[in-house]
């Protein structure tokens, strides 16, 4: 018990001291952000410098037929939040940022790039759904191999259940539910839930059961979805901002279709 507390003294320390030497290199510019960044609750998932494409003389569009240019960024992905920036000699200025829930990432959507010594297979096609002026923003991004790839996917892109009656959820964009009747757990891998509790949801089966942890003490298991109510938080705004996107894009790729 001591030697876990310990540890975790010592994981705290080393995020702060970390998130300490970020903070001090990071420029918002005019835009500063209304949270503080040094936040206690706040860590450093990945970071890293990565190439992005862009269409001459169109920095907005990605179209199909079009020289591209590389253009470096570094981006930092936090466990709520994520930072496009560009190098200015040692530090770091922000182009974009948004909630860490507010990103979508596809590695079918890029397109072809003609560019010398890019390997299409090390390219991610990320979209901000809403950045810090309220604007969606795609970027279209080479890694410097398919490890480095397969890393940035890992903790971009949202965990997905292999079960086509499962959806899983992260912790740090799932939905939240309030109970509005009482429920007895019947098995002990079930929850007792009481009209008024706030729980986190992270799993969701298609015939109506629910598994999440309870906010008031973190006790988790199963309970019937038709006890509780889904409450507008983030992660709900969230979801119906990718869910338009997901509409526009497939919109476009079948008007492209038919031309």
């Known amino acids: 018990m001591i030697a876990n507390q310990c540890n975790e003294a010592a ?8 998130m300490k030497s970020i ?6 510019g005019t ?3 209304r949270f503080n960044l040094m936040s206690e609750g706040r860590w450093l998932i990945k970071e ?3 190439t992005q494409l862009l269409t001459r003389g169109d920095d907005g569009k990605l179209t199909f037929g079009k020289k591209f240019i590389k253009k470096p960024l570094y981006i930092f992905l936090f466990n709520d939040l ?3 920036s560009k190098i200015t000699d040692d530090n770091f200025t922000v182009m974009h940022y948004c909630p860490r829930n507010m990103i979508e990432v596809n590695v079918d959507m890029a397109p072809n790039v003609p560019v010398k010594d890019t390997n299409n297979s090390h390219q991610i096609f990320l979209t901000i759904l809403e950045n810090q002026y309220e604007k969606l923003v795609e970027i279209l991004f080479s890694s410097d191999s398919s490890t480095d790839k397969e890393r940035w996917l890992n903790v971009l892109a949202p965990a997905k259940s292999e079960n086509p009656d499962e959806t899983l959820y992260e912790r740090w964009d799932c939905p939240q539910v309030t109970v509005i009747y009482d429920y007895s757990s019947r098995q002990p891998d079930e929850l007792n839930i009481t009209k008024g509790d706030i729980i986190h949801v992270v799993r969701k089966m298609s015939d109506g059961w629910y598994f999440g942890d309870r906010l008031r003490d973190g006790e988790c298991g199963w ?3 038709n ?8 992660h709900v705004r969230a979801r119906n901002l990718r869910q338009r996107y997901r509409l526009l894009a497939f919109t476009q790729n079948y008007v492209n279709s038919k031309q």
């Not at 994981?11 to 970390?18: M, P, W």
């Open 11 to 18: 994981r705290r320390k080393e995020r702060e001291t970390e």
């Open 23 to 28: 903070v001090d290199r990071i420029d918002f």
């Open 31 to 33: 835009h500063k952000p």
């Open 48 to 50: 890293g410098r990565v």
């Open 82 to 84: 994520f930072i496009v």
């Open 223 to 225: 309970f019937p979805a």
């Open 227 to 234: 006890h509780v109510k889904e409450i507008v938080n983030p």
